[in-house]
């Protein structure tokens, strides 16, 4: 029995300290995803050991799995890029930012959970993090619309590439409504971005319009007497982003003749969120300046 109890003594010895003195753990802002949105990982590594650590010098000092609620292993696509080499003082916390989405294939509606794996290479030692649960789901579709892609300066005329615009709407941390920018093929099977315009209410619909250059342009309500206007390139970047409020007259998208889309009606408020950035001047000191009605704005070109 003595020799039992040593051989315990000694396994919990040489298995303790590392976990003790060094932890892992997997944050997200956000329990629910869309497919192909981005999953913006967070592992939290705190070191309590009384000595530095010098992490990030090798391809695996961070490594990650994925598992299906059904604990079937999620195939990998590619390693997720960690590397770049820090030192992590005693008694500090560092943490690493990922995207998983284009490194893992959980892209199937469900329930899934990520582990992270710490290689401590001095020590010769793994610390694997508890596991973080997060849902892929569906999302609603709320408007969609094939669109060809222009050319770019100086290209033959070459049959055009055609993608779509989709429109989707679901819950993001449960109790507040968000808005979806899907950018796909043409036939809505791969995903080139998913890309979170903003939050809206739940009582109103996006009014969306393409414009001749194949932009997409989005006008929403995000609160209750409140306007976001947000214009997209082919590339599902954001080239334009105001905010207008009701102000004597519903905000609307007003297309012209030459196919140009502007936003009629309401009254537009600078905002530090604008893009373009807006100047200094145009902000006050406490922040934005009341709103003003404002001639029509018609959104850069590509």
């Known amino acids: 029995m003595k020799q039992i109890g040593l051989w315990l003594g000694l396994l919990l010895t040489a298995l303790s300290p590392a976990s003790a003195q060094v932890t892992v753990e997997i944050t997200q802002d956000q329990d629910q995803f869309l497919p192909g ?24 000092w961070l490594t990650f799995s994925v598992e299906s609620g059904d604990r079937e292993v999620v195939p990998k696509t590619g390693d997720v890029p960690v590397t770049g080499e820090f030192l992590l003082p005693s008694s500090k916390v560092g943490t690493k930012r990922v995207d998983l989405a284009p490194y893992f294939s959980a892209t199937i509606p469900g329930r899934y959970s990520v582990t992270a794996t710490l290689r401590i290479k001095d020590w010769d030692r793994e610390i694997t993090s508890p596991p973080r649960k997060f849902d892929i789901i569906e999302g609603a579709k709320l408007w969609e ?100 409020d009701y102000l004597g007259t519903r905000p609307r998208l007003q297309p012209d003749g030459d196919g140009k889309i502007a936003v009629a009606g309401g009254a537009r408020r600078i905002t530090p969120n604008d893009i373009p950035t807006p100047p200094p001047e145009s902000l006050s000191d406490d922040g934005p300046k009341p709103p003003v009605p404002s001639p029509e704005v018609t959104p850069p070109k590509p």
């Open 145 to 244: 619309q094939i669109i060809g892609v222009p050319k770019s300066a100086g290209a033959t005329n070459s049959t055009p590439e055609v993608r779509k615009y989709i429109l989707q709407q679901a819950h993001y941390l449960k109790s507040q409504l968000r808005l979806y920018l899907r950018l796909t093929d043409a036939s809505g099977a791969k995903a080139f971005r998913v890309v979170t315009i903003g939050p809206t209410v739940s009582f109103g619909r996006p009014e969306p319009q393409v414009d001749k250059f194949s932009n997409l342009h989005v006008l929403y309500q995000d609160q209750p007497h409140a306007f976001n206007y947000t214009v997209f390139n082919p590339d599902g970047d954001v080239i334009l982003r105001q905010t207008y």
């Open 37 to 60: 949105e981005a999953i913006i990982t967070a592992v939290r590594i705190t070191n309590r050991s009384g000595q530095a650590l010098r992490l990030g010098a090798e391809d695996n």
